[in-house]
C-alpha cells in the first residue's frame, strides 16, 4: 500500500510538474525567427526606399510648374491622406493576403475588445501621423528637400534613447550603428552644397515633425502586438484623413474670409483652368498616398514587429542617403564631399544593424526589444 501510495504521489508530482511546463510554455511569447528576422530587415529597407521618395516628392509638387501656384500644405496633405484611405479600402484585402500577420500578434479572445482597442489605436497614431504630416510637409515648403530629410531622421537617436530610458535591452551593436547614422545626419547637414534654399524655420519644424514621428513609431511597435496591420491601418488613415480634410476645409474657409485671393483659392482656380500643369501635382499625390502612405505603412507593422523600433530606425536612418540621390537627380539639388561621407557613415550603420544578432522577445528583463 505504502508502495502504492508513493507510486500515485510521484505520478501526480511528475503530472504537476508536466502542467506546470505546459503552462509556463503557454505564456512565452512569440519571438521571431532568423527566417522572420531577416524578412523583417528586408522589408524595412524596402519601405525605406519608399520613404525616402517622399519628401523629393512633396518638394517636386512646389516646384513643378510656374504655370500654377504651390498647392498649400493642407490642401496637399489631406489629398494624399485621402488617396491613402480610398487605396486601403479598395486594395487592402488584397495586401493583408499576401502578407502574414507578425508572429508577435496577440489578439484577445473577445472580438469587441479588439475592434475597440483598434479603434482607440487608429485615433492615436492618426493624429500623431497628422500632426508629424503636417509638419512635415510645412518644412519641406521652407527648406531643401535633403535637409528636411536629415533632420527628420533625428528619430533614429529620439526612439532607442527613450527605449534606453524605460528599460529595453539594446544591444551595443546597435547603438554604435546608432551613433554612425546621427554621424551622417550631422555630416549632411553641414554640407554647403545641400544649403541653398534652407531656412532656420524650415529646419526646426523638420525637428519637430521628428518628434511626432518618433512618437508615432513608438506607439506603432506597441499596437503592433494587439491589431492586425490592415486594421491598424486602416484605422490610422482614416482618422487622418478626417482631420487632414478638417485641416484644410477650415484654411479654405479662413482664407475666404480674408478676401477672393486667398492662396487656396488661386491654387485650385489655376489648377482648374491648366489642368495639363494640374497633373504633374496629382501624380506626387497619387504616389505620396497610395504607395508612401498606404503600402508602406501596412508593410511596417510587420516589419517593426520582426526586428524592433530602435534598429529599424537605423534602416530608416538611410532615408536622407536615398531622398538626396533622388533630389540630385530629380530635382537638380546637389550633394558635397560632407554629404558623401555622412552617407558612408549611413551604409556602415546599416552593416551593423543588418549583422546583429535577432532580438529575444523573452529576455530576462520586463521589456525587451520586440
Not at 4 to 18: E, G, N
Amino acid at each position: 500500500t505504502t508502495a502504492t501510495t508513493a507510486a500515485t504521489a510521484t505520478t501526480a508530482t511528475t503530472a504537476a510538474t508536466a502542467t506546470t511546463a505546459t503552462t509556463a510554455a503557454d505564456v512565452v511569447v512569440p519571438s521571431a525567427n532568423d527566417d522572420e528576422y531577416r524578412k523583417g530587415v528586408a522589408t524595412i529597407f524596402f519601405i525605406t526606399l519608399l520613404f525616402a521618395s517622399n519628401s523629393p516628392a512633396l518638394k517636386f509638387a512646389f516646384t513643378a510648374s510656374t504655370a500654377i501656384p504651390s498647392p498649400p500644405v493642407l490642401i496637399l496633405n489631406a489629398a494624399v491622406a485621402v488617396v491613402a484611405l480610398v487605396g486601403l479600402l479598395v486594395g487592402g484585402p488584397l495586401l493583408s493576403g499576401t502578407v502574414d500577420d507578425p508572429s508577435t500578434l496577440r489578439l484577445s479572445d473577445d472580438p469587441q475588445e479588439n475592434d475597440a482597442v483598434a479603434l482607440r489605436a487608429g485615433l492615436e497614431l492618426g493624429l500623431w501621423k497628422s500632426l508629424a504630416t503636417t509638419a512635415n510637409i510645412a518644412g519641406l515648403s521652407l527648406t531643401t528637400a535633403d535637409h528636411g530629410a536629415f533632420l527628420i531622421q533625428l528619430t533614429t537617436l529620439i526612439v532607442p534613447a527613450y527605449q534606453g530610458i524605460t528599460g529595453v535591452p539594446i544591444p551595443g551593436r546597435i547603438w554604435s550603428a546608432i551613433g554612425l547614422a546621427l554621424t551622417g545626419v550631422f555630416l549632411f547637414t553641414q554640407d554647403p552644397s545641400s544649403s541653398g534654399g534652407a531656412t532656420l524655420t524650415g529646419d526646426l519644424v523638420c525637428v519637430v515633425a521628428a518628434l511626432f514621428y518618433a512618437t508615432y513609431d513608438l506607439r506603432l511597435f506597441t499596437y503592433g502586438k494587439l491589431v492586425r496591420p490592415l486594421q491598424l491601418i486602416t484605422n490610422k488613415i482614416a482618422f487622418q484623413a478626417v482631420v487632414s480634410v478638417v485641416f484644410a476645409g477650415g484654411f479654405l474657409a479662413w482664407e475666404a474670409q480674408q478676401g477672393p485671393r486667398g492662396s487656396g483659392a488661386e491654387f485650385i482656380a489655376a489648377a482648374t483652368a491648366a489642368p495639363g500643369e494640374a497633373t504633374l501635382v496629382l501624380a506626387v499625390v497619387v504616389w505620396c498616398g497610395l504607395v508612401v502612405n498606404a503600402i508602406a505603412s501596412f508593410l511596417q507593422v510587420g516589419g517593426q514587429q520582426a526586428i524592433g523600433p530602435a534598429r529599424a530606425q537605423v534602416v530608416y536612418a538611410s532615408q536622407p542617403l536615398w531622398a538626396a540621390g533622388l533630389a540630385l537627380v530629380f530635382l537638380n539639388e546637389t550633394v558635397g564631399p560632407e554629404g558623401v561621407v555622412g552617407g558612408l557613415a549611413f551604409l556602415a550603420a546599416m552593416f551593423l544593424a543588418a549583422t546583429a544578432p535577432v532580438p529575444d522577445a523573452n529576455c530576462e528583463v520586463e521589456v525587451c526589444e520586440i
